[in-house]
């Protein structure tokens, strides 16, 4: 069975890096750690949140948009992610009997491998699909995978749920990530789960 994995939110807990680049790069920002994650799982994006708490204009939320894009990335900000607990043995179980497979909207290859050589995670993906903002999840794996309807994707956004069912294959969100329950469950996945590790397949 082929099992496709987003990575941040779904494996990695970017949670601090994301938090920590939006009051650099907004220093007038007042948002605790617990409330920007609040409005972000709740999906207030960006443009909302600088707008309307920020009197962001749409020239200065532009140059806020290019500068993260810039700096998202930057190895200072990725020392912050962590895998979250007990996924790096999930994962090498899960791999004695299936196929697992990266599937990442990264614009960098090479640091996504980097951050993976960290984790000690090289050998645990069949291959690593990194967009680079230039192609969708779902073509990457149509040109390189043939799957089947009782594969997987694992994820934790509406996009990867869509992913999946744009597949044909079996969609399970999870709640470590980037929006909560309610906002999940509207885009209609098989599973919700607490965390990655509570998957589990027959």
Not at 4 to 30: C, H, I, M
Not at 116 to 132: A, K, M, P, R, Y
Request: hydrophobic share 40%.
């Amino acid at each position: 069975m082929n099992i496709f994995f987003d990575l941040d939110g779904t494996l990695l807990n970017s949670q601090k890096r994301l938090y920590e680049l939006f009051q650099y790069l907004v220093p007038s920002s007042d948002l605790s750690f617990d409330d920007y994650w609040k409005l972000k799982r709740n999906k207030v994006n960006h443009e909302e949140i600088l707008t309307t708490k920020f009197g962001y204009s749409s020239m200065d939320f532009k140059k806020f948009e290019h500068l993260w894009m810039k700096e998202i990335e930057l190895e200072k900000w990725l020392n912050l992610d962590v895998p979250f607990e007990g996924v790096t043995d999930f994962l090498k179980t899960l791999r004695k009997k299936n196929t697992l497979y990266l599937v990442t909207a990264r614009q960098s290859k090479e640091m996504v491998n980097k951050q993976l050589h960290n984790f000690g995670w090289d050998s645990i993906f069949e291959s690593v699909f990194v967009t680079e903002q230039q192609k969708e999840k779902h073509a990457l794996i149509q040109e390189n995978v043939t799957v089947s309807p009782t594969d997987w994707f694992i994820g934790d956004t509406g996009l990867d749920i869509k992913v999946g069912k744009l597949l044909g294959i079996n969609t399970a969100a999870v709640l470590s990530g980037f929006l909560n329950e309610e906002k999940l469950t509207a885009y209609k996945p098989d599973l919700i789960l607490e965390n990655v590790t509570s998957f589990t397949h027959k």
